[in-house]
Each structure stands twice: as structure tokens, then as C-alpha cells.
């Protein structure tokens, strides 16, 4: 995994701060890989609580950049109670490391 671990434990503490103790952080895409050279930070948050998801999103993306730095982060925001089974980035994301 190509992601320190300050880092990690600033994504997690941000992502459970704007969505709740109890939602789950997803790393997936290349920096799972050691293999694998440069690439955007990729993170799935799921969250049991489905309000104001884009804003929450919005805040989390603007609050880790200041924190691990100016790079490409996608996120990806779902509620847990409304799973898309036919999203088929969602369920590469699944596969991922749970941080």
C-alpha cells in the first residue's frame, strides 16, 4: 500500500468526523499496489447517514487536502443503507483495503 500512515490516520479521523464513528474507509485502486508507480488516491466512504452526502463530500475533499497535501483524491460516498449493486465502481471499491 502506497499510502503513509499519518495519512491513513488522517483520512480516517477526517472521514469519521464529517460522516460518523461508524462509517467504513475504503483505499482502492493503484496505491493498494507496492507494484505500481504514481496514480490518484482513490477512497470509497460508506456511511450509514445518507444526508447532505455531496456537501459532506465536498468538506471531507477540502479538509484531507490540507492535511496530506495538494494531490488528485477521488471519493466515492455511499449509504450503506442504499447500496447500488449494479455500480461497478462500487463493487471494485468493496474489494479494496478497509483503513
Known amino acids: 500500500m502506497r499510502v503513509s500512515n499519518s495519512d491513513i490516520a488522517h ?11 461508524a462509517c467504513e474507509v475504503y483505499l482502492f485502486g493503484s496505491r493498494v499496489s507496492d ?3 504514481g496514480g ?3 477512497l470509497l466512504i460508506r456511511t450509514d447517514d445518507p444526508t447532505q452526502l455531496l456537501t459532506k463530500k465536498l468538506t471531507f475533499k ?8 495538494d ?12 447500496p447500488d449493486e449494479q455500480d461497478l465502481i462500487y463493487q471494485e471499491a468493496l ?5
Open 11 to 21: 483520512i480516517k479521523k477526517t472521514a469519521q468526523s464529517i460522516f460518523g464513528n
Open 35 to 37: 507494484d505500481r508507480k
Open 40 to 42: 490518484d488516491l482513490d
Open 62 to 69: 477540502a479538509r484531507i487536502k490540507q492535511l496530506i497535501g
Open 71 to 82: 494531490q488528485k483524491i477521488d471519493v466515492i460516498v455511499r449509504s450503506v443503507s442504499a
Open 95 to 99: 474489494k479494496g483495503l478497509l483503513l
